[in-house]
């Protein structure tokens, strides 16, 4: 006698209800949190949050003073926030202070001291690392050490040989004395330390000489570390104060961390318009770090740096 075949669909709700009711079940677990780690967790997230407020309140704190009017600025009344928005700060820095020129030599001699910084440290970081001459620990050494000399002891030295180059007062000034930097190379050398030498014995045989190893081998490797070196190179070059003030003494060839000075009166100070240029001037920077942010990490961490 011939017994009838089970519906499909019901030897699929069959296997389906045995899958997920049966001894043998392989429905997933859902994993539980300890409680606490979950109070571990919660606690570095709102520590995260007041650390992050706390830091981005000057920011913001600078951006309302650059906005507001002047009665809300010299008001007795704390406000976070402006009465009205105005850029009449604005109008005072461009229109009563050479700002655009300012700016402009800002841009200048932060972009050639970049290039000849970064130029020279991918340089001497190479040869640090991969190339083999006597005396480089030793030369290596006393490189690093220089960083242990206070800035402010070298200003002494630096005056008087732009002096004698016949330099003083002019761009060159300021750009000579920072065309080097220890931790530049320190930062160059560890990064390209960790490039594997079977890649540069591999460019020997084919015949690569030592320029062609560092421009097509060495070079395109060290996107991160570039970054890195302009970033900082950047950051501490445009906001130079002391030796852009002891090199320059036409006020047309001034940097804006001069012209903020400027803005401070014999008698008092404009401090809308102060927060105003501040603002003007520290925007290329926060601009230029979110850009290259995924490179600046990078760098760092394959250099060694923590």
């Known amino acids: 006698m011939a017994h ?16 997920s009711t049966g001894p043998g079940s392989f429905a997933p677990r859902v994993k539980r949190v300890p409680p606490a780690q979950r109070v571990s967790a ?12 706390v830091m981005m309140f000057p920011l913001y704190w600078m951006v309302t003073l650059a906005f507001s009017p002047n009665a809300d600025v010299f008001s007795r009344e704390l406000r976070i926030w402006p009465s009205s928005w105005t850029l009449d700060n604005f109008r005072t820095v461009f229109g009563s202070f050479p700002t655009a020129t300012w700016f402009g030599n800002s841009v200048v001699i932060t972009a050639i001291v970049t290039v000849l910084t970064v130029t020279g440290n991918l340089l001497a970081g190479y040869a640090f690392a991969k190339l083999d001459f006597r005396g480089k620990g030793a030369i290596f050494l006393l490189v690093l050490s220089t960083m242990m000399i206070p800035v402010q002891v070298l200003m002494v030295a ?11 007062g002019t761009f060159w000034a300021v750009i000579f004395p920072s ?3 220890a931790f530049g190379i320190f930062l160059a050398r560890q990064f390209i330390i960790a490039i594997p030498d079977e890649l540069i ?3 020997k045989v084919d ?5 062609r ?14 970054a890195v070196l302009v970033l900082l190179t950047v950051m501490y070059q445009w906001n130079d104060f002391a030796w852009p003030l002891i090199a320059l003494k036409d006020s047309r060839l001034f940097t804006l961390p001069i012209g903020l000075l400027y803005l401070r009166g014999q008698y008092g100070a404009d401090y809308g318009a102060i927060m105003a240029l501040a603002l003007v001037s520290i925007t290329p920077i926060i601009i230029m770090f979110l850009a290259f942010q ?12 923590r």
């Open 42 to 53: 919660i606690a570095r997230l709102v520590t995260a949050v007041v650390v992050g407020l």
């Open 201 to 203: 014995e591999a460019a």
């Open 158 to 168: 630096q005056f008087r040989l732009v002096t004698e180059l016949g330099i003083y």
């Open 4 to 19: 009838p075949l089970p519906h499909s669909g019901d030897g699929a709700s069959t296997r389906t209800a045995g899958l």
């Open 294 to 305: 995924k490179y600046f990490v990078q760098g760092l961490a394959r250099s060694g740096i």
């Open 179 to 181: 065309a080097a930097s």
């Open 213 to 226: 190893i560092f421009l097509q081998i060495v070079l395109p490797l060290c996107k991160p570390l570039i």
């Open 207 to 211: 015949g690569a000489g030592t320029v």
